[in-house]
């Protein structure tokens, strides 16, 4: 069963930075692909940015150039350091892990979520 847990959300100003990490156990996903989401308050969950398993990158316009996805998978960790945030990325920010098929911006895609890290940026 596999298990995650996100970590390193909290109350920030913007124009500040902050690293999102989410540990996976249960699931050795050096051949996986892991992506994060963002759900703000009223919205549906959104991609925020997706990793191969062999390091290639995707992100959502809205972060590009401010937000870096990488992983550790010798630790079984995936990585979101986030920077210069702007109140409009405040959301739950939710990593997840095991694409089963479909594009990685896609939610279906995946089948494993963790609970969830809350962002909030005050302008």
């Known amino acids: 069963q596999v298990h995650l847990v996100e970590s390193g959300g909290g109350l920030v100003q913007a124009g500040d930075s902050l690293r999102l990490s989410c540990a996976a156990s249960g699931h050795t996903f050096s051949n996986d692909a892991a992506g994060w989401f963002r759900q703000g308050p009223g919205k549906e969950r959104e991609f925020v940015a997706g990793?191969?398993?062999?390091?290639?990158?995707h992100y959502a316009d809205s972060v590009k150039g401010r937000f870096v996805i990488s992983r550790d998978n010798a630790n079984n960790t995936v990585y979101l350091q986030m920077n210069s945030l702007k109140p409009e990325d405040t959301a739950v920010y939710y990593c997840?892990?095991?694409?089963?098929?479909?594009?990685?911006?896609?939610?279906?895609?995946?089948?494993?979520w963790g609970q969830g890290t809350p962002v909030t940026v005050s302008s």
């Open positions: 990793i191969f398993w062999n390091g290639v990158t």
């Open positions: 997840a892990v095991k694409l089963i098929e479909g594009p990685i911006a896609t939610p279906s895609s995946f089948v494993s």
